[in-house]
């Protein structure tokens, strides 16, 4: 079995008075997950906090992680967040201080020789890989489709008035249609990268490729990242999550 070295870190940044954003690294190092939250007050917050602890809780009643077989692991990631989407539409329901509030999931479950990644939203899954940063996972959102439809460039994306609109997130009903699932077969020297949209807001891909490949250490690449990130005028939330192999 590889040896697997985690940095983390989460900050409120320097335009929001709370922190939406959450993560969760499992104590065995078998998934991982980013989370950030949309809403009013602490609504944003409540959301993401529940994708974190419901999320885990199925993954480790659903997926057997010393022998399982890719589709029941796919429709066990699927059924995971799918639930978690439905307890934050419920609440978002009965409970009138959390209106309309939705978060963000990406995650990384490790079983056998192979990673399975997924996202729901605009946080997002790269992949370092001999000096080459490859973005896994496809945002939901609004400049997402207009780029895949052609009408605006990635440049153009990064600035656009809409940038921040979701086209699926959990808490609304598109959140239930299932993860799209990449499956890794990991490498000795992998680095993989879990973020929420305020390390995208504050540095492009050669940014960032910069940073990941600056330093052995994954605490130390989180920390810079995330300072990078405040530094380069993201005005959200700022988490990451760093995975060596």
């Given at each position: 079995m590889p040896d697997i070295r985690i940095g983390q870190l989460s900050i409120t940044g320097n335009y929001r008075k709370n922190n939406e954003d959450n993560l969760h690294v499992d104590e065995e190092n078998r998934f991982f997950i980013v989370?950030?939250?949309?809403?009013?007050?602490?609504?944003?917050?409540?959301?993401?906090?529940?994708?974190?602890?419901?999320?885990?809780?199925?993954?480790?009643?659903?997926?057997?992680?010393?022998?399982?077989?890719?589709?029941?692991?796919?429709?066990?990631?699927?059924?995971?967040?799918?639930?978690?989407?439905?307890?934050?539409?419920?609440?978002?329901?009965?409970?009138?201080?959390?209106?309309?509030?939705?978060?963000?999931?990406?995650?990384?479950?490790?079983?056998?020789?192979?990673?399975?990644?997924?996202?729901?939203?605009?946080?997002?899954?790269?992949?370092?890989?001999?000096?080459?940063?490859e973005q896994i996972t496809k945002d939901h959102s609004l400049v997402q489709a207009l780029m895949d439809a052609g009408t605006i460039s990635p440049d153009e994306a990064r600035s656009h008035r809409y940038k921040n609109v979701l086209v699926r997130y959990l808490g609304s009903k598109e959140g239930g249609e299932g993860v799209s699932t990449h499956e890794i077969q990991y490498q000795a020297g992998d680095r993989f990268f879990l973020c929420t949209d305020g390390v995208t807001d504050g540095l492009d891909d050669n940014e960032l490729r910069e940073l990941l490949k600056s330093d052995d250490d994954p605490q130390q690449i989180a920390d810079s990242i995330i300072l990078a990130a405040q530094k380069g005028g993201s005005k959200d939330n700022i988490t990451c999550i760093v995975l060596d192999v």
């Open positions: 989370a950030d939250g949309m809403g009013g007050q602490s609504a944003g917050e409540k959301a993401s906090q529940l994708a974190v602890e419901l999320v885990p809780k199925k993954l480790n009643e659903l997926i057997d992680f010393i022998d399982d077989t890719p589709d029941r692991i796919r429709t066990a990631i699927d059924d995971a967040v799918g639930n978690a989407n439905s307890e934050i539409m419920v609440l978002g329901r009965v409970d009138p201080e959390l209106h309309n509030m939705g978060t963000t999931i990406v995650l990384l479950v490790w079983v056998g020789d192979t990673f399975y990644i997924g996202n729901v939203g605009d946080s997002r899954a790269y992949l370092l890989r001999k000096n080459k940063l």
